[in-house]
């Protein structure tokens, strides 16, 4: 079946570090990718997506590009800030198969200290 | 409402009772999907309504846990006899139309349940 796998956590940076995190999957069908964020005390929200390889989503300075040939769709940013503190989760919604339901990675917890 | 509205938001019930969680999906959205999230774990899909129909329950971890939609609006997930393994976070999201990529999950934050 279909699976997320992401970096576990917890992950501290300092202010203006640069983050990477990773996630890679297996899917039976051709995946749109996903990675959603969950701030303290808020629910889960979009990130940003990608829906064919070697696409690049992107949003609030994070960016993860699909790659079919190793199954990856990392995580980065280039200098974080403090407000970017959250819970990251990858996930995948298999086109192939039931393309209405998302897989979760498990999340991986992101502090960033001034 | 402007977003997913969950309610309670916390929940301790002792073994064996039954508890109903409620989702107030954003006005419109016809998709709407129950998760749980257990301490340590990914999250894991439940049921998923279309409408008020059910067409993939196969989350759903036993018969004693079963999930309804009205009006296209609003639903309840019921647990009868809750065990402490039940114990988790429910979350629930809804989207405006299910398996595009650009109708993403919006999601509430979720209720927390502890059954002791």
């Known amino acids: 079946g279909d699976s997320v796998t992401q970096m576990e956590g917890p992950v501290t940076l300092s202010e203006e570090a640069f983050l990477t995190i990773n996630c890679t999957y297996t899917a039976t069908g051709y995946p749109s990718l996903f990675w959603y964020v969950q701030y303290p005390g808020e629910g889960l929200q979009l990130l940003l997506k990608?829906?064919?390889?070697?696409d690049k989503g992107s949003n609030k300075g994070f960016e993860a590009t699909y790659r079919k040939e190793t199954t990856s769709f990392h995580l980065e940013k280039g200098s974080v800030q403090v407000s970017d503190s959250a819970v990251y989760f990858c996930?995948?919604?298999?086109?192939?198969?039931?393309?209405?339901?998302?897989?979760f990675g498990k999340g991986t917890l992101l502090t960033v200290n001034p | 409402g402007a977003g997913v509205s969950q309610s309670p938001s916390n929940k301790v019930t002792e073994k064996g009772k039954d508890v109903e969680l409620r989702c107030d999906p954003i006005?419109?959205?016809?998709?709407l999907y129950w998760y749980r999230q257990r301490l340590g774990q990914g999250l894991e899909f439940l049921i998923y309504?279309?409408?008020?129909?059910?067409?993939?329950k196969s989350g759903l971890p036993s018969d004693r846990f079963s999930a309804e939609r009205t009006g296209e609006s609003v639903s309840t997930l019921t647990i009868q006899r809750t065990q402490q393994e039940d114990s988790a976070v429910y979350l629930c999201?809804?989207?405006?139309?299910?398996?595009?990529?650009?109708?993403?999950?919006?999601f509430g934050n979720g209720t927390r349940l502890t059954v002791t």
């Open positions: 309504f279309q409408g008020n129909s059910a067409p993939d």
């Open positions: 990608a829906t064919k390889a070697d």
């Open positions: 996930a995948l919604s298999d086109r192939g198969g039931s393309n209405y339901k998302l897989t």
């Open positions: 999201a809804s989207s405006s139309e299910a398996g595009r990529s650009n109708s993403p999950l919006h």
């Open positions: 006005s419109g959205h016809t998709a």
